[in-house]
C-alpha cells in the first residue's frame, strides 16, 4: 500500500519571510541614506521588490487560505479515536465516531470524509470483513465517496478490491 503525504503551503505566513527581508533591507537603505547623505537606489529597488512579493503572497494567502473549521475539541477527538484505532483499543470506537460525526446530514465534507476515513480505518484494524463489506457496499451505492480526495479514493478501493466488491454500479 502507497502512503501519500500531501503538503499545504499556507502563503500567509509564507508572506512574513520576504516582508521581514525588506524591513531588513529598507532599514540598511535608511542608515545608507543617513550616513552617505546620497539615495541608495540598488537598495531601494531590492526592499521594493520584497515588499512587493510579501504583498503578492499575502493576496494569494487569502484567495486560496486552507482553513480548518473544525474546533480544537473536535480535532482532539478525532485524533484519540484514531490512536484507539491504531492502538487496538475498538471497545466504543464506532459510538465515539458516531458522538464526534452523527450520521444526520448536518455534516460538511471534510467531517464527513473524516468520518469515513475513521470507520474505514476501524473495519480494517478490527479484521471484521464481512462489516467492512457491509459498510463499503453502503459506500458505493451512496457514491458519496468519489468526492473524497484521491488518497481516500484509493484507499477504498484498494478494500473494495480485496473484498471482492465491484465499484462500479
Known sequence: MNNTVTYVVD??????????????????SLIRLKVKKKKPTVLWIISGVFLVGAIILFVIGNIFSTTNDSSPE?????????????DNKLDHVLEDIDKLYPDD?????????????????????????????????KT????????????????AKDEMKRLGIETQK
Open 140 to 155: 458505493v451505492e451512496d457514491k458519496e465517496w468519489l468526492g473524497y480526495i484521491e488518497v481516500v479514493q484509493e484507499r
Open 11 to 28: 502563503y500567509k505566513s509564507l508572506a512574513v519571510l520576504p516582508f521581514i527581508v525588506f524591513l531588513v533591507v529598507f532599514i540598511i
Open 105 to 137: 446530514g448536518n455534516l460538511d465534507e471534510m467531517q464527513k470524509e473524516s468520518r469515513f476515513i475513521l470507520q474505514l480505518n476501524y473495519y480494517i484494524k478490527s479484521k471484521d470483513d464481512e462489516s467492512e463489506k457491509k459498510f463499503l457496499e
Open 74 to 86: 473536535e480535532a482532539k477527538e478525532h485524533y484519540r479515536i484514531a490512536m484507539n484505532i491504531q
